[in-house]
């Protein structure tokens, strides 16, 4: 019984030591397994964190190794994949943020430009205007004058119609005294004729009275008082015919001098009427003109709104010009906290800013102010 106890003690000591021996075996498997556990799961994570940090920290220049084909290094592929997909956003939205600038920029140069042409222009069809306004007066007080010198001239016309008319009758009164001032020569011949007969006449009387002795001395005293009164009326026609002579002379000379009158009058009734034509046509052209001036006017002060109304335009073109720009700025300093490949900072449109600075100067300080607070969100 007791070697037998003693043997079943031996065999209970060797299983223990057995135990042992199992035991610190697998806990050296164990430790070596955790070994190799960490070095094929948390190294490449680690690796895997600190690249997502560097991406979140805008650095997209880091390299990414994939080594092995496990849900670790899927994840390390997707960090890669994710990485090269920003570097071409970014990249892409990097040009495209410099070409708005810079188009932008231009823009807002050419509105500028085109702004102060347009200003240039409205101020001189202001002046325009006004000088045009001046002109519509002066033409209109021109068209009043050349309307009150048509009445004038139209009423010279009619006082030198009236005057012709005047100097025709008295041509024709002057034909007629003229006409009855020959027939008085000719009836004062007659009573010259009848006188001289009459003189005769008496001769022969106091010639038979004479013949007739103390019976035709009474006879003789009537037929030499007849032949007195004879004489005296021969003297008288004489007189008269004389004066009618130099009457008729002086009508004829009154006649030529009406009738060179007449045709004077005439002359200056037809440039009268002349000149009252060229006045109604000068009147009608100032009319005309008057009216061209004024539509002219019309149009000038149509073109000055619009000219405004498109100054108006072109100021709010260049303000959306300046606020794209700055838009593009801000875009431009959004993505420039990415760091690509070896590229350290991007490059700015600095022409296009200084182009509008004078329409928006916040816009730099604006983009400076919010690219620390973009990289704090993508830190978080």
Known sequence: MRAAAE????????????????????????????WFISSGIVRPLRHAVKVARKV???????????????????????????????ITIVGDVRGGTQDIAGASGEIAAGN???????????S????????????????????????????LAQSAADVAGKGGKVVAEVVETMSSINASSKKIVDIIGVIDAIAFQTNILA???????????????????????VRTLAQRSAG???????????????????????????ATMREIVASVHRVTDI????????????????????????????????AALVEQASTAAASMQQRAQQLSGTVGIFTLGN??????????????????????????????????????
């Open 7 to 34: 043997t079943a003690m031996a065999r209970a000591h060797d299983t223990s030591v057995l135990i042992i021996m199992l035991g610190l075996i697998g806990g050296v498997l164990s430790l070596v397994t955790a």
């Open 343 to 380: 590229e350290v900072a991007p490059p700015h449109a600095a022409p296009a800013i200084s182009l509008v600075a004078t329409h928006d100067k916040a816009a730099p300080a604006l983009t400076r102010s919010r690219a620390p607070a973009v990289r704090a969100r993508l830190k978080a």
């Open 279 to 310: 006045m109604g046509e000068i009147s009608m052209a100032s009319g005309e003109q008057l009216s061209g001036i004024e539509q002219v006017n019309a149009a000038i002060v149509q073109m000055e709104h619009v000219t405004q109304q498109n």
């Open 56 to 86: 979140a920290g805008g650095d997209l220049s880091g390299n990414i190794r994939v080594e092995s084909g496990d849900e670790v290094g899927q994840l390390l592929q997707a960090l890669k994949d994710m990485n090269a997909s920003l």
């Open 203 to 225: 001769l022969n009387a106091a010639v038979e009275a004479a013949r007739a002795g103390e019976q035709g001395r009474g006879f003789a005293v009537v037929a030499a008082e």
């Open 124 to 151: 001189s069809l202001e002046q325009t205007a006004a000088s045009m306004e001046e002109l519509t007066g002066t033409v209109k007080q021109n068209a009043d004058n050349a309307r009150q010198a048509n009445q």
């Open 236 to 262: 008288a026609a004489r007189e008269i015919k004389q004066l009618i002579g130099d009457s008729v002379e002086r009508v004829d000379a009154g006649a030529r001098l009406v009738d060179t009158a007449g």
């Open 112 to 122: 500028l430009d085109l702004s102060q042409r347009t200003q240039a222009q409205a």
